[in-house]
């Protein structure tokens, strides 16, 4: 189906585009830079055990996968998608200040139930923004999403000193000045008028396209990405009060944490030169015995006093079972699935990722309470289903290649 013709508004280009974009990304990921590492440690502040800190990190995420593709598909109706995302950072903020209320168990879950549903579409409706500059205007997109991995990376290293100096209190008042940057950069969001093509994991775009993606080999892929997505749930959840339970300071933990993102980008740069002759199901499986190699190590470490040395030797793994994982998919959709129809097939990912790493998270709490540390040796069966899982991808591969 041709698309609508650009009007001669649309045809301009906004004044300083790459610019507003790169601070709007670099805005939008410092409350998750925030909240992914340290959002746990408040929650143990605050008197909440294992299994209610599991329910509260969990929750949202069985709900934010349906929700952000319903979201992501009013804002492609709308006059303007920066408007859609002004209104949603506006509600985060309003949203993240249900966190300074008497934080209850029943107050703690129905804020971040609500944050959720509001906060996960910001990041799709940003990169629809980019991309429509991408092809309008020839804007260069790494060059503007790069200042959201910095801003997260930064995030992670400026939260542990600023919880060294405060205590964990310090966590919701981090992400509500986060919010208040970010609608402050949202205000002057590019408006590029009507969105012609679809958002990332839009439901419109997912529930037109869905039935001619739903074969063998994208399935069995997709929701083996998701499984072996799901079995970081429990580093996700739990690692930060680990570490913080055998003596390690929130300064290191952020150090950690960010360790974890620089080996991130380093295979990003590195991957085309060292991996990029390998197929997709070679790469997933690499990446799957990253994961099961760093779920065996994390409990040794400390016992065998390895030290903080140690987790940063374990944290270098990121590169392998996280990276990996991102770059692999995104070259399986590439490879295999018609250009019109990659937003659907990254919005099934996404369900897939979402809804597997929910339900790992429910259980990480639980486990955590019973096995503490050991706990991650309950990662390697999942890790190795999501393995099982690509080798009957491998099966039912394709004969050929879209693009590459």
């Excluded at 790494?142 to 964990?168: D, E, Q």
């Excluded at 065998?304 to 692999?328: D, E, N, P, W, Y």
């Excluded at 096995?371 to 394709?398: K, Q, T």
Aim: aromatic letters at 12%; charged letters at 10%; glycine letters at 8%.
């Amino acid at each position: 189906m041709s698309l609508p013709p650009l009007s001669p508004e649309q045809l301009v280009k906004p004044r300083h585009f790459e610019l507003r974009m790169s601070l709007i990304f670099f805005t939008l990921f410092v409350p998750l830079g925030t909240h992914l590492p340290y959002f746990p440690l408040w929650l143990q502040a605050k008197g909440f055990h294992a299994g209610e800190i599991a329910v509260i990190l969990a929750a949202p995420m069985f709900l934010r996968v349906v929700t952000t593709p319903l979201l992501t598909a009013l804002a492609d109706r709308a006059k303007d998608r920066a408007n859609v995302y002004i209104a949603l950072v506006a509600a985060s903020l309003i949203l993240a200040a249900g966190y300074f209320l008497p934080p209850t168990y029943a107050m703690v879950l129905a804020v971040s139930l609500a944050l959720a549903v509001v906060w996960t579409p910001h990041s799709p409706i940003a990169d629809s923004l980019a991309l429509s500059g991408v092809r309008r205007f020839g804007s260069n997109y790494a060059s503007m999403r790069k200042w959201g991995s910095i801003s997260y990376l930064c995030a992670n290293l400026a939260g542990g000193f600023i919880l060294s100096a405060t205590s964990a209190e310090a966590v919701p008042v981090i992400i509500f000045l986060a919010f208040a940057a970010a609608l402050a950069v949202g205000l002057i969001a590019p408006r590029l008028g009507r969105p012609r093509r679809a958002s990332p994991l839009s439901a419109s775009d997912i529930q037109q396209s869905a039935p001619k993606l739903l074969n063998a080999y994208f399935l069995y892929f997709s929701i083996g990405v998701g499984v072996i997505t799901a079995s970081h749930a429990f580093l996700y959840g739990f690692v930060s009060i680990y570490w913080k339970s055998i003596g390690i300071s929130d300064s290191v933990v952020g150090l950690l944490w960010g360790w974890g993102v620089v080996a991130e980008i380093c295979m990003f740069l590195a991957f085309t030169r060292v991996f990029g002759s390998f197929s997709v199901v070679s790469i997933m499986v690499i990446a799957g015995i990253g994961s099961i190699v760093r779920w065996i190590a994390f409990p040794l470490i400390w016992p065998l006093g390895l030290g903080v040395a140690g987790f940063f030797a374990v944290q270098t793994l990121h590169a392998i079972s996280v990276a990996l994982v991102l770059i692999g998919l995104q070259k399986m959709i590439g490879e295999t699935v018609a250009e019109e129809r990659t937003g659907a097939a990254q919005g099934i990912a996404y369900f897939s990722n979402g809804f597997f790493t929910a339900v790992v998270t429910l259980l990480s709490g639980p486990l955590y309470d019973r096995f503490g540390v050991d706990g991650f040796l309950a990662m390697i069966p999942i890790a190795l289903i999501g393995l099982a899982l690509i080798g009957l991808a491998a099966r039912s591969a394709p004969q050929r290649r879209i693009g590459g």
